[in-house]
């Protein structure tokens, strides 16, 4: 029972680029929704998290869009740089549970 | 700045041992996890704990599992008997359920066990 879904398991994009991650949910009582980054060995770390009330949440360089009608959300990097190659998780929580689930993730690679 | 620690940082241990992977969650937080990633595959929900209870479990937390808190700081997993599929990163994460609703998660670096 896949609820949060992201269907590309790698993306490549160049340095200075816009980088593109996109997710899917089924669930509509998720109340909140996060995106984390991973790299190799270490647990994941938190980037940027969004409210379903809002359609979108800006910090710096990373864009969170959520489009609660389809049950998508996306995550936006501009400019892309080396440094933000990394596994990008997307994940879905029900505040009146607060069990989050994770996607399948995301291998970012930003080529310099 | 707090974060989750986890020991041991990897593991080896036979089919059928027990182990009990430990973690010191930010001292504020109410809410904990666990969380696992087989190698190459997503990171899955093990089981969510608040107010010395087990709030959630998913269908892998079966009877081989469980999970406390020992001495009200350390929370605790353990495998009773440990199968080769059990083999993964595992991760414990807490959440302050009182904080700024950022809904963030903090996870600590993660214990691997390996299954021989």
């Known amino acids: 029972d896949q609820q949060v879904k992201q269907n590309s398991p790698s993306l490549s994009v160049q340095e200075g680029r816009i980088s593109i991650l996109n997710c899917d949910y089924t669930?509509?009582?998720?109340?909140?929704f996060l995106w984390y980054k991973k790299y190799p060995a270490e647990g994941p770390t938190f980037l940027i998290s969004i409210s379903s009330i809002k359609d979108k949440n800006e910090d710096g360089r990373f864009t969170v869009f959520l489009n609660k009608s389809a049950k998508h959300l996306s995550l936006h990097i501009v400019p892309s740089q080396p440094g933000d190659s990394a596994v990008y998780f997307c994940?879905?929580?029900?505040?009146?549970?607060?069990?989050?689930?994770f996607g399948t993730g995301t291998r970012l690679k930003v080529l310099a | 700045e707090p974060e989750v620690t986890q020991t041991p940082s990897h593991q080896v241990t036979q089919m059928g041992q027990e182990v009990i992977l430990r973690c010191v969650p930010i001292s504020n937080h109410l809410y904990f996890y666990w969380y696992r990633q087989i190698l190459g595959q997503k990171v899955e929900f093990l089981v969510s704990f608040y107010n010395n209870e087990i709030s959630e479990k998913s269908e892998i937390f079966d009877d081989q599992f469980s999970v406390e808190r020992p001495d009200g700081s350390n929370f605790t997993l353990k495998i009773r008997s440990t199968k080769l599929e059990d083999s993964a990163m595992y991760f414990c994460a807490t959440f302050d359920i009182r904080g700024p609703n950022t809904g963030e998660l903090f996870f600590g670096e993660g214990s691997r066990l390996t299954v021989l």
């Open positions: 994940a879905a929580t029900d505040s009146g549970t607060y069990k989050y689930i």
């Open positions: 669930n509509s009582m998720f109340d909140y």
